[in-house]
Structure formats: C-alpha cells, structure tokens
C-alpha cells in the first residue's frame, strides 16, 4: 500500500525548481559576465526538479510486508507488529517500538491515503494515546 502526498506539496517542489532555472537562466543571458554564483542556481534548480521527480514516483509511505517505510533518501523503516505505542500529536501520528520512532506528518497526506492509513493502523489493536 502507497500513502501518497498531496498534490499541492509535490507541485511545490517544481515550482521552486523552474523558478530558480528561470533565474538563472535570466542572470546568465541579461549580466555582462557570468558569475559562479549562476551555475549555483542551476544546481539548486536541479535539485529541486530531482525532489519533484523523486517525491512523484516514490510517495510519502509504503505499507508492505509487515513494514511501514518512509520515502526518503535516510528514511526508517519500523516492523508493524513490534509496534508497541502510537500516539496523534499536533496532526502527527508517532510510532514507537523499543528501537525507533517514526513521526507521519499526516499534513502531506491526501485524505483518501490518510483513511487508509488511519484503518492499516487501527488494525495494529493499540490504544492511541
């Protein structure tokens, strides 16, 4: 099971993406001389475009195999079953085990991921605190 983001996140990521090639491609062709700083820009842009393309076709979470993993480049990874406390705080979902804990922000999920994100943990038969 995929947990997806929200669109308007995800779209976030080009937006800054195209506008700082925008702007680097502005300062290139309209300054006099071309400044380290420019290729600066181009990497910032490029990083951003990669996050868009990254966060588009990984997504927030993945459910599968007994396993709750985040998307991220040093994402965690926790077992569902040696899941022994979850708690919602502050519009976050914790999870802890005796060896990690795992905050969902559940501000980036859309809200048909976020229901079946909410029945795949109801199923763990913990108490919420």
Known sequence: MI???KRKHINLHLFFGLSWLGLATVSIFIGDNIRWTDFGQFVISG????????????????IKDGYIQENKLFGKR????????????????????????????????????????????????????
């Open 78 to 129: 926790i077992k569902l079953a040696e899941v022994q406390y979850m708690k919602e705080f502050a519009g976050d979902y914790i999870l802890r085990t005796d060896k990690a804990e795992l905050t969902i922000n559940t501000t980036l999920i859309n809200s048909e991921s976020h229901s079946r994100l909410r029945s795949e943990l109801d199923k763990l038969d913990l108490k919420w605190a």
């Open 47 to 62: 990083a951003y475009i990669s996050i868009y393309f990254y966060t588009l076709s990984r997504q927030y979470l993945t």
């Open 3 to 5: 947990i997806q983001y």
